[in-house]
């Protein structure tokens, strides 16, 4: 049993093969349903403890279990942790989990051009200054017509 982090900044938990959302918290239990209950319309369904033990099923599944969706749904997350964390290339990224994969995982991945752009929208943004001291200017933008360098702005 292990718990990932979904798109939403939910949680997944991957249990025997299936793949839960959590649905609600109650004082000592948690109910998850299955992901596929809008595409498939299953009713699968597990409570687990607060602390993620003691798993109970629910429902039964009206599909199969696949380890190779939970495997996909991993080195999906892997990139995108590794997008927000490092500043390596996007494609260097994609190529470094990709060689990992089985072949049915990588036969399900999307085009890579679609996996890079993920990865970019993980990337954080610049923090906005929050005072004009820490705004700096490239050298090529402090040079003025008379070739001295200036690092003030002038605003009229």
């Given at each position: 049993?292990?718990?990932?982090k ?13 793949m ?12 998850w ?12 369904s ?20 696949s380890?190779i ?14 997008a ?18 089985e072949d ?6 999307p ?6 752009r ?6 954080p943004?610049p923090p906005?200054?929050?005072s004009?001291?820490?705004?700096t ?10 070739n ?9």
């Amino acid at each position: 049993m292990e718990v990932i982090k979904s798109n939403k900044g939910g949680s997944k938990l991957c249990y025997q093969g299936y793949m839960y959302t959590k649905h609600t918290t109650r004082k000592t239990v948690q109910w998850w349903k299955c992901v596929k209950r809008s595409s498939t319309a299953c009713k699968g369904s597990i409570t687990t403890s607060l602390q993620n033990e003691n798993p109970t099923p629910g429902q039964p599944h009206n599909h199969d279990p696949s380890d190779i969706s939970i495997k996909y749904t991993k080195s999906r997350y892997a990139m995108k942790e590794q997008a927000a964390l490092t500043r390596d290339k996007p494609s260097q990224i994609f190529a470094q989990v990709v060689s990992t994969c089985e072949d049915d995982v990588q036969a399900m991945m999307p085009r890579e051009e679609n996996c890079k752009r993920t990865m970019r929208y993980q990337r954080p943004a610049p923090p906005v200054p929050q005072s004009f001291a820490d705004v700096t200017l490239p050298a090529e933008f402090t040079i003025t017509t008379n070739n001295q360098q200036n690092k003030s702005i002038f605003h009229e």
